[in-house]
């Protein structure tokens, strides 16, 4: 018999990782650089040259390897492809040690 353990919504938590919440986010940006990308119907190349990366780092980040590239430049590659994005830091909640940090897509 096979079992199975139920994840969270964050692989790299599920896998320990001290850097889950950071990685999730930068899925998240990578995800909807690829939807826009692909929207297009741009090459890789031809998106590497708007958002001012190589065409293998773009590669790379598209297939999850995002290690190199940092969530600001994440987000200035969402604002190159004509995304408005919003950085909203909210009061602090009650009986928490630390904040989080998500990511909203708007329709």
Do not use: H, Y
Request: proline share 2%; with cysteine; net charge positive.
């Amino acid at each position: 018999m096979i079992k199975f353990e139920e994840g969270s919504d964050n692989v790299w938590a599920d896998l320990g990782r001290e850097d889950a919440a950071e990685m999730q986010v930068k899925a998240q940006l990578a995800t909807k650089i690829g939807e826009i990308i692909k929207a297009r119907e741009w090459t890789q190349q031809e998106a590497a040259e708007v958002l001012g990366l190589t065409q293998p780092k773009l590669s790379k980040m598209l297939r999850g390897q995002f290690r190199g590239v940092s969530e600001a430049k994440m987000l200035d590659c969402l604002a190159r492809l004509g995304r408005d994005v919003q950085i909203v830091v909210g009061p602090a909640r009650r009986n928490v040690s630390a904040g989080r940090v998500a990511v909203v897509f708007a329709a």
